[in-house]
């Protein structure tokens, strides 16, 4: 099955700063790379996805690399603000077949104000 | 619509107790699934769904049993509870992969105790 590693595990920035947090995955077969982030008490959103016909995807100050070669993928967050404080979760699937994600350990980010 | 509803919120069992909790999901989605989350160990799949009448066992399946008699519905089970069944527990659902979005809609989650 699919094993999904994701690091950091804690980060701690700056606000203002960027904060990157990669995830790397085993089956190539893979094809779908979302992220999720939970705010403390609250259940885990996704923030933004990519799939592997797409190297990168934009979102405001969020964006997100594909790599599939070297089967890793990334999440960039620019200019940090304190409401960027949560727990980022990478997963990995495929959109055929039965589809069930695997979601990495998770990476709690800190802004410090 | 409601999205996805997780009930109890809360619930404190004692060992060798049951418990159901139940999630119901308001958007026919075909998908359902069972989560546990436990300090820096993630999002662990118990159980799944792939549509009414079917349940799949996931990552960590052992001590949980699950139904899904309604579209709508995915009843988590424990049988006799462990103190290592103590965690915070997300039900999620989704559209069925290829229909234009994979996203999971997670439900606000329910924190169990076992003592």
């Known amino acids: 099955g699919e094993n999904v590693e994701q690091h950091p595990s804690t980060l701690s920035v700056q606000e203002g700063d960027s904060a990157v947090i990669k995830c790397t995955y085993s089956d190539s077969a893979s094809n779908y790379f979302p992220w999720y982030k939970q705010e403390l008490g609250k259940r885990p959103q996704l923030i933004i996805d990519i799939r592997s016909n797409v190297g990168e995807k934009k979102d405001q100050r969020i964006a997100v690399t594909l790599n599939k070669t070297a089967k890793h993928f990334s999440l960039h967050i620019t200019e940090t603000q304190p409401e960027d404080s949560a727990v980022y979760f990478c997963?990995?699937?495929?959109?055929?077949?039965?589809?069930?994600?695997?979601f990495g350990r998770g990476t709690s980010l800190i802004v410090h104000p | 619509n409601a999205g996805v509803t997780q009930t109890p919120k809360f619930r404190v069992l004692k060992t060798g107790q049951s418990m159901t909790l139940l999630c119901a999901q308001d958007?026919?989605?075909?998908?359902m699934y069972w989560y546990r989350q436990d300090p820096g160990m993630g999002l662990r799949l118990i159980h799944y769904?792939?549509?009414?009448?079917?349940?799949a066992k996931g990552e960590v399946p052992d001590g949980y049993n699950v139904s899904r008699l309604k579209k709508q519905n995915f009843l988590l089970g424990l049988e006799s509870a462990a103190p290592s069944q103590t965690s915070v527990y997300f039900c999620?659902?989704?559209?069925?992969?290829?229909?234009?979005?994979?996203?999971?809609?997670f439900g606000s989650g329910t924190q169990l105790s076992v003592l």
């Open positions: 958007m026919n989605h075909e998908y």
């Open positions: 997963a990995a699937s495929q959109t055929g077949g039965s589809y069930i994600p695997t």
């Open positions: 769904s792939v549509g009414e009448g079917t349940t």
């Open positions: 999620a659902s989704s559209r069925v992969p290829g229909q234009g979005s994979e996203k999971l809609f």
